[in-house]
């Protein structure tokens, strides 16, 4: 079987609602064999990571709280992308807004999506390097929390399930192994 | 400032829609700063994901169309818990569902949020071993193609930004590091 034999086909579509971060809609499709079948979709207009990484070896997490989980959780800085945003100038932007600092270098790691069974959020994942410490508003921000640990703890702990945010494991594991190459 | 510090207090809900694989909602949270703000959340039961490793050392992935990424993604084995299903039978389900083996052993890697922003999504991820091929009905399923590939090729695939998906990516290098140990 080949790979566009998989293919579903949009027939219709019925607009639910229209949000701020998110929005939703049903899909009906048609399948390969010829059926029809109705799908969510959660409509997101991309977003960005970024493990950012100091001179002294530390990277930069952020506890902030996440409703849906119903507590704070640490993660790598993310956010999303603004109207005709390039993911590289969302990832600086981001960076800097939720942490103070400015990278002068940013390399991509991975392009991923993080449900695509119902979401069409796509995120880029970056390894940001040469942080230099910004006059940003970023005391104002009491919804954030940053931490500073070290890159090689922050991967054991990824490693051993003591993070619970899929963007922040697999782009931790990812730039640790670009940083040993 | 302590962790306490930023929890979100919902003082109103709005039910937007209930779907068969997410609802969804907007509710109005009090700021630790007093304030009000809007939260669209997206409620989903929960998932499994599955690193299933046979004997000769190949990981079985599946490819199958995501309609809200427009494409067929390759991934892990996948798939939402049934109402009062516990996480590790809900993963020797769908294993089986999915590729047509069942796994004697199963041990968990870690359970994290897809995406904690709007999603209420905790997915569980397992390494599966011991596995042995069923008389299930894979083949019926048009929808899936199985792949096997070596787990050394799949985790290079994964810090080379081969994958689109960020529990594939996370699962594989996790458990790469688990057998390892």
Redesign the interface.
């Known amino acids: ?1 080949e ?1 566009e ?4 086909t ?1 027939i219709g579509t019925e607009p ?2 229209k ?4 929005d ?1 809609r ?2 009906t ?1 048609r ?3 010829g059926r029809e079948a ?7 207009k991309g977003a960005v990571c970024v493990v950012a990484l100091q001179a002294d070896g530390k990277v930069l997490l952020v ?7 119903g507590k ?2 640490l ?1 790598i800085p ?1 956010g ?1 992308l603004e109207p005709g945003e390039e993911p590289d100038a969302c990832a600086l932007r981001e960076l800097e807004e939720e942490t103070g600092y400015r990278a002068a270098t940013l390399r ?16 880029h994942a970056y390894l940001a390097t040469d942080l230099t410490q910004t006059q940003t508003h970023f005391d104002d921000n ?4 940053l931490v500073a640990i070290p890159l090689e703890q922050a991967v054991e702990q ?2 051993s ?1 003591g ?8 782009a931790l ?2 730039a640790h ?2 940083m040993a190459q």
Do not use: W
């Open positions: 079987m790979a034999d998989l293919t579903e949009v639910i609602y949000g701020r971060v998110v939703l049903v899909d499709v399948l390969p064999d109705k799908r969510e979709v959660v409509a997101h506890r902030q709280f996440r409703l849906p989980a704070a959780l993660e993310a999303g991509p790691l991975f392009s991923c999506y993080l449900a695509p069974g119902y979401s069409s959020e796509l995120i009491e919804n954030l929390q990824a490693l399930g993070y619970e945010d899929a963007k922040t494991i697999a594991l990812v192994r670009r």
